[in-house]
């Protein structure tokens, strides 16, 4: 394998493989382990196409690779944490989270080669990223908050709505804000990351139909 490869590669079997340790937290009824694996693939997942930009090693094994990375980490792993979580009350919803991220995952993977600054739909990381944060969060425990939650980022992972892409051109100021907000949600992140994760989600999930209304007028 051509050596600038191997770091993006690794990553991104380390986004599998956290997705797989999550699924397996879940069976044993670890649930806040498995929520923080879930997590864990999220941060690597970004990592990955970023690693593979910067050494120029963008390939179609690796988009192919990280579509079923991500279908593991971000499809399967969420929805086996929401049933085993909330009960099998949960499983119509799961399953549509699961469906829908799928999808998701097919029409981005359709758009690939699209150059585009933002993401077309809510991206599957941050439905995830939603879900699992809401296991770990203090006040989690509400088994209808967590049904709807799946239901609206399945929604929106099927959606137009634009959302905005985790890159920072220097040159704008946007770019420049994006990077303080970044690094103050960071900080909280590591500072409280139980209280901090789920509504930083919240906040990037309704920015798509925020962003919506503002473009509305």
Do not use: Q
């Amino acid at each position: 394998m051509n050596l600038k490869l191997v770091v993006p590669t690794s990553l991104t079997l380390g986004n599998l493989l956290c997705g797989f340790l999550s699924a397996v937290y879940t069976a044993h009824g670890e649930l806040p382990l498995a929520a923080r694996w879930i997590l864990l693939a999220w941060l690597l997942d970004g990592l990955d196409g970023l690693v593979a930009r910067i050494v120029g090693s963008s390939t179609k094994f690796g988009a192919e690779l990280d579509s079923l990375a991500d279908m593991t980490s971000f499809g399967l792993a969420p929805s086996l944490l929401l049933v085993r979580m909330y009960g099998t009350r949960t499983t119509t919803f799961a399953l549509l989270f699961l469906a829908c991220g799928a999808v998701r995952l097919a029409k981005f993977d359709a758009r690939r080669t699209e150059e585009k600054a933002n993401f077309s739909g809510l991206p599957i990381p941050a439905a995830a990223w939603a879900l699992a944060s809401y296991v770990i969060f203090p006040e989690g425990g509400i088994w209808w908050m967590a049904i709807g939650l799946a239901v609206l980022t399945g929604v929106l992972m099927l959606s137009h709505l634009e959302y905005d892409a985790m890159c920072f051109p220097l040159g704008s100021a946007w770019g420049k804000a994006k990077i303080v907000l970044f690094l103050g949600g960071a900080s909280l992140i590591v500072l409280f990351p139980s209280y901090a994760l789920f509504p930083l989600s919240l906040v990037y999930v309704a920015s798509g139909p925020v962003r919506w209304l503002v473009s509305k007028g």
